[in-house]
């Protein structure tokens, strides 16, 4: 019996095992994966736009309401939400005595081309796209951060053509006609392009990476006035858990979500999802397996020995014991003969387990918590089990009276 305990324990145990480590592995992947949703103005509902033709050209604005921080901390409250990244985005005017970096010399007599400059801030400007993908890549001082006023990272290129170092100010003023003022920045970082940029030799300067100027968002709002952000990104350890987070925060009263739209950004996450599913359900499928036989064979296992035990049986019926007593009996000398069995395969499936998983090269599917959550359900399981199979191999005892149990054994 010991044996036979001791080869269904060790299924059992690898199958939870197996189970465990497909959900640890599914965990870290996700996580490394990252998820983020992203909040925007919704320029899609009339009522948030206005369309302006001046001179024959058309432009449309944002008239709904201003995308700022507290929405943003609105929605980080409501949320098991760490980080978000206010993000806005302008084309600004630089002074006169600075002159832009031009690869092709077509813009030379254009005074707007020659000073017309892209700003754009984050409440971290370790957040920024070009930075995330190295497109650009710090080379001094340092980028901005959300403590910082008045701050700003530029390009080397940019510095050395007009002398300037870190620690000197820069004018940075909004377009004719748009709102917000002018503010002074300080130089906090340079910046070099790791990146080959397309059509330089046409592009204006305003498209070149290294007119490009990176500013704090304190600094953005004075500029920008009361435009508001042009996205919140919202960053999420787990992608799986984005979906459900943007339901619930479209529930949030206090945000006015006529105004705002929300979008997902797990893609690294959906092409994968699918494959993530497939392993959970073959190893649930697995564990069921391993579980369903263990409490046929046991169950199967006890019929025979307890058939075995009648004249014991209608003995302890004789004196007044109850079938509820004696089925709690079998249930104890189950679990007495099974503790040793079950305490030898979970440490041998555990030894097991890490030493293919070593010979595989994985690194941290084996730790502590992935032994103790396998521990735990091997005994509850396991307890389970044993229940069930001891009360399936009882039921001959209880549809049998003690009449009948006594003329057996005359």
Same mark, same amino acid.
Do not use: C
């Given at each position: 019996m010991?044996?036979m305990?001791?080869?269904l324990s060790?299924?059992?145990v690898t199958?939870?095992?197996?189970?465990?480590a497909?959900d640890s592995?599914?965990?870290?992947?996700?996580?490394?994966l990252?998820?983020?949703?992203?909040?925007?103005?919704?320029?899609?509902?009339s009522?948030?736009?206005e369309v302006?033709?001046?001179?024959g050209?058309t432009?449309i604005?944002?008239?709904?309401k201003?995308?700022?921080e507290?929405?943003?901390e609105a929605?980080?409250?409501?949320?098991?939400i $760490?980080?978000y990244?206010i &993000?806005i985005?302008?084309e600004a005017? @630089?002074? #006169?005595?600075?002159?832009?970096? %031009?690869?092709? /010399?077509?813009?030379l007599?254009?005074?707007?081309?020659?000073?017309?400059?892209?700003?754009?801030?984050?409440?971290?400007?370790?957040?920024?796209?070009d930075f995330?993908k190295?497109?650009?890549?710090l080379t001094?001082?340092?980028l901005?951060?959300?403590? $910082?006023?008045?701050?700003? &990272?530029i390009?080397?290129?940019?510095? @050395?053509? #007009?002398q300037?170092?870190?620690? %000197?100010?820069i /004018?940075?003023s909004?377009q004719?006609?748009?709102?917000?003022?002018?503010?002074r920045?300080?130089?906090?970082?340079?910046?070099t392009v790791?990146e080959?940029?397309q059509d330089?030799?046409?592009a204006?300067?305003?498209?070149?990476?290294?007119?490009?100027?990176?500013i704090?968002s304190?600094s953005?709002?004075v500029m920008?006035?009361?435009t508001g952000?042009?996205?919140i990104?919202?960053?999420?350890e787990?992608?799986a858990?984005?979906?459900?987070?943007i339901e619930e925060?479209q529930?949030?009263?206090?945000i006015?979500?006529?105004?705002?739209?929300?979008?997902?950004?797990?893609?690294e996450?959906?092409?994968?999802?699918?494959?993530l599913?497939?392993?959970?359900v073959?190893s649930?499928?697995?564990l069921?397996?391993?579980v369903?036989?263990?409490?046929?064979?046991?169950?199967?296992?006890?019929i025979?020995?307890?058939r075995?035990?009648e004249?014991?049986?209608?003995?302890l019926?004789?004196?007044g014991?109850?079938?509820?007593?004696i089925?709690?009996?079998?249930?104890m000398?189950?679990a007495?003969?099974?503790?040793?069995?079950?305490?030898?395969?979970f440490?041998?499936c555990?030894?097991e387990?890490?030493?293919y998983m070593?010979?595989?090269?994985?690194?941290?599917?084996?730790?502590m918590?992935?032994?103790l959550?396998a521990?735990?359900?091997t005994?509850?399981?396991g307890?389970?089990?044993l229940?069930?199979?001891?009360?399936?191999?009882?039921?001959?005892?209880?549809r049998?009276?003690?009449k009948?149990?006594f003329s057996?054994?005359?």
């Open positions: 010991s044996l305990i001791f080869l060790s299924f059992g199958g939870l095992l197996l189970r465990s497909v592995a599914m965990t870290k992947t996700r996580q490394s990252k998820g983020a949703f992203r909040v925007a103005p919704d320029m899609q509902n009522d948030n736009v302006d033709q001046e001179e050209q432009s604005r944002y008239v709904g201003p995308l700022n507290e929405v943003a929605i980080r409250r409501s949320q098991n $760490d980080n990244d &993000v985005k302008r005017m @630089l002074p #006169n005595h600075i002159s832009l970096v %031009d690869y092709n /010399g077509k813009y007599e254009d005074p707007v081309a020659m000073h017309l400059v892209s700003v754009e801030a984050h409440t971290e400007g370790r957040y920024a796209g995330q190295e497109r650009l890549r001094e001082g340092e901005v951060t959300v403590d $910082d006023q008045y701050a700003a &990272v390009s080397t290129k940019l510095a @050395l053509q #007009n300037l170092e870190i620690g %000197d100010e /004018g940075i909004p004719e006609g748009f709102a917000g003022r002018e503010i920045v300080t130089v906090k970082g340079l910046f790791e080959k940029q330089t030799d046409v204006a300067p305003v498209f070149l990476l290294e007119n490009r100027i990176f704090d304190t953005a709002g920008a006035g009361e952000a042009d996205y990104d919202f960053f999420v787990d992608p858990h984005v979906p459900a987070m925060i529930n949030l009263e206090e006015d979500w006529k105004s705002f739209a929300v979008t997902a950004h797990i893609e996450y959906e092409k994968i999802a699918d494959s599913g497939d392993m959970s073959l649930d499928t697995l069921i397996i391993s369903a036989l263990s409490t046929v064979v046991l169950s199967l296992t006890q025979l020995f307890h075995s035990r004249h014991e049986t209608g003995i019926l004789s004196i014991i109850s079938k509820a007593e089925v709690q009996q079998h249930f000398e189950m007495m003969t099974s503790l040793a069995p079950f305490v030898v395969s440490v041998f555990i030894l387990f890490s030493f070593a010979a595989l090269n994985i690194e941290g599917t084996m730790d918590g992935l032994a959550s521990m735990l359900l005994f509850g399981w307890s389970t089990v229940l069930v199979s001891v009360l399936l191999s009882n039921l001959w005892l209880m049998f009276q003690p009948r149990i057996k054994l005359s």
